[in-house]
């Protein structure tokens, strides 16, 4: 199975009823309907990928396929979802290119990371690095100041995808996937 990450438009409720099992609707009654929506859609996308695979979660947080060799990875913002699948372990986040990042800068963004050279699009970048470095990583509590950095953004071009170049702690560096889409920012590690 090659890697792989799929993004989509968040589903109707008439699109979710089709595809999603009950189990999953009533456990999404606790959430506000934004929320419902978000994490229903994910999941159809994990089951029109894999079939009717079953989805649990790990001590810390993070989704899983229960009794499957693959990994997931999940994210959503307004109006779209993302699920990364691989045979490794991996991890994604979204995010809209118009999201105003600048209020929380201070708290996840270095000032060698601001200089970092992602256009505009900076700020938005850094964070959906980060925060696919939390959810790659699954340890509590890391600090999205401290203990992850980004060292470098390569911007997309035509021909291929961008990267940002990153470490979680001080550890190996990644290399994170960076895709540039209409109204999307999308970082995944596959």
Same mark, same amino acid.
């Given at each position: 199975?090659?890697?792989?990450?799929?993004?989509?438009?968040?589903?109707?409720?008439?699109?979710?009823?089709?595809?999603?099992?009950?189990?999953?609707?009533?456990?999404?009654?606790?959430?506000?309907?934004?929320?419902?929506?978000? &994490?229903?859609?994910?999941?159809?996308?994990?089951?029109?990928?894999?079939?009717?695979?079953? *989805?649990?979660?790990?001590?810390?947080?993070?989704?899983?396929?229960?009794?499957?060799?693959?990994?997931?990875?999940?994210?959503?913002?307004?109006?779209?979802?993302?699920?990364?699948?691989?045979?490794?372990? $991996?991890?994604?986040?979204?995010?809209?290119?118009?999201?105003?990042?600048?209020?929380?800068?201070?708290?996840?963004?270095?000032?060698?990371?601001?200089?970092?050279?992602?256009?505009?699009?900076?700020?938005?970048?850094?964070?959906?690095?980060?925060?696919?470095? &939390?959810?790659?990583?699954?340890?509590?509590?890391?600090?999205?100041?401290?203990?992850?950095?980004?060292?470098? *953004?390569?911007?997309?071009?035509?021909?291929?995808?961008?990267?940002?170049?990153?470490?979680?702690?001080?550890?190996?560096?990644?290399?994170?996937?960076?895709?540039?889409?209409?109204?999307? *920012?999308?970082? $995944?590690?596959?």
């Amino acid at each position: 199975m090659n890697a792989h990450c799929i993004v989509s438009p968040l589903l109707t409720p008439e699109e979710l009823r089709q595809c999603v099992p009950d189990s999953d609707w009533n456990a999404a009654t606790c959430f506000t309907l934004r929320r419902q929506i978000e &994490y229903l859609t994910w999941r159809a996308l994990v089951y029109r990928e894999l079939g009717a695979v079953r *989805i649990g979660y790990d001590r810390a947080g993070g989704p899983v396929l229960e009794g499957s060799p693959l990994h997931i990875g999940v994210s959503h913002c307004s109006g779209y979802a993302a699920v990364a699948i691989s045979e490794n372990r $991996c991890a994604v986040d979204i995010e809209l290119r118009s999201r105003d990042f600048s209020r929380a800068a201070a708290r996840y963004m270095t000032p060698q990371e601001a200089a970092l050279d992602g256009g505009p699009l900076t700020r938005g970048i850094v964070w959906c690095a980060k925060e696919t470095l &939390y959810k790659y990583a699954r340890i509590p509590a890391l600090d999205l100041l401290h203990d992850l950095s980004v060292e470098r *953004i390569g911007l997309p071009d035509r021909e291929a995808a961008g990267f940002v170049a990153a470490r979680i702690r001080n550890g190996e560096p990644k290399r994170l996937r960076l895709e540039l889409r209409e109204d999307l *920012i999308l970082v $995944c590690l596959l």
